[in-house]
């Protein structure tokens, strides 16, 4: 519209008012700011995320470990500390890859090997992207339970009360009022599937409406987007500045070249086309 008033004014084609001009940009807008949004999304999808499972012994980690992974995969005994190395195993939720590790209970080590185990558990609650901390939830939490919580602070948590099956604690209600909270049953399976939606929560993809809208999975097609929304913003002060159209297309040429890098060029003779097949116009 703005190439065809600038180029064909002898035509008579109107130039837009300054409304339409800021309404044609929103529009443009506001599909790229989803897209723009879509990449942390995209990254895990492209990516994988690593989800730590810890707890203090005997809370059902393995076991749980064992039902996401729907194989026994790790050892799993009545002896607390059974597990004393990370034990991980990649699966898919929700087409999303998943790296699930299995980590050593944390308590006051018994021995250096216990120590080393829980170490690497600590290590691995850092570096996680997502931290499921287990509870017995037929037990009352005890004074460690509350440590790893405070522990787990300032990281992306869903807290889980295994053995939800033998029943639940009175203190249940406090510790899952704190956060992201699925009651289970990793003997039974209770609980379970809720669980695989609350992860795919944190992930974004629970309504599966990113994938069929398209997501980002490129840092330079992320980087490329927000410079075209940069763009657009500018357009958008020019136009409330009252600046000329013949600068207005400028930014306007700002925005699409980004957009021209990922989907290939926008020509000269398109827009001409566009032109000609919208507009009387005499060639």
């Known amino acids: 519209m703005l190439e ?11 130039i837009l008012p300054d409304a339409d001009i800021l309404e044609r940009i929103a529009a443009v807008r506001q599909p790229l700011e989803q897209l723009g949004a879509s990449f942390a999304y995209g990254k895990i999808v492209h990516q994988g995320l690593t ?22 995969r790790a050892i799993v005994t009545a002896t607390p500390g059974t597990t004393r190395d990370l034990v991980s195993e990649t699966v898919a939720i929700g087409g999303v890859p998943i790296q699930l590790v299995d980590t050593a209970g944390i308590r006051q080590a018994l ?29 009352p939490v005890t004074a460690e339970d509350k ?22 604690s009175g203190q249940w ?7 992201s909270a699925v009651r289970a049953s990793a003997l039974t399976g209770e609980g379970i599937a809720e669980l695989r939606a609350e992860i795919l929560r944190y992930v974004g993809g629970e309504t599966g409406a990113q994938a069929e809208a398209g997501f980002l999975t490129n840092v330079r097609h992320q980087g490329l987007v927000q410079e075209s929304l940069a763009a657009l913003d500018a357009a958008t002060g020019a136009v409330a500045a009252k600046v000329p159209h ?8 700002n925005a699409l070249r980004p957009l021209d890098a990922v989907t290939g060029a926008t020509t000269t003779d398109d827009i001409l086309n566009l032109i ?3 507009f009387c116009i005499g060639k």
């Open 246 to 253: 013949e600068m207005l297309l400028l930014d306007l040429y």
């Open 173 to 179: 209600s406090v510790v899952s009022g704190q956060s």
């Open 147 to 168: 440590e790893l919580l405070l522990q787990a602070e300032g990281r992306p948590v869903i807290v889980v009360g295994n053995k939800c099956d033998l029943g639940l």
């Open 276 to 278: 000609f097949s919208t």
């Open 51 to 72: 989800l730590a499972i810890v707890g203090r012994p005997n809370v059902g980690k393995s076991s749980l470990f064992n039902r996401l992974v729907e194989r026994e």
């Open 4 to 14: 065809a008033g600038i180029d064909f004014a002898e035509d008579d084609v109107s």
């Open 111 to 139: 021995d250096e090997a216990e120590f080393i185990g829980i170490r690497k558990s600590m290590e691995a609650l850092a570096d996680a992207d997502l931290v499921l901390v287990v509870f017995d939830a037929s037990q």
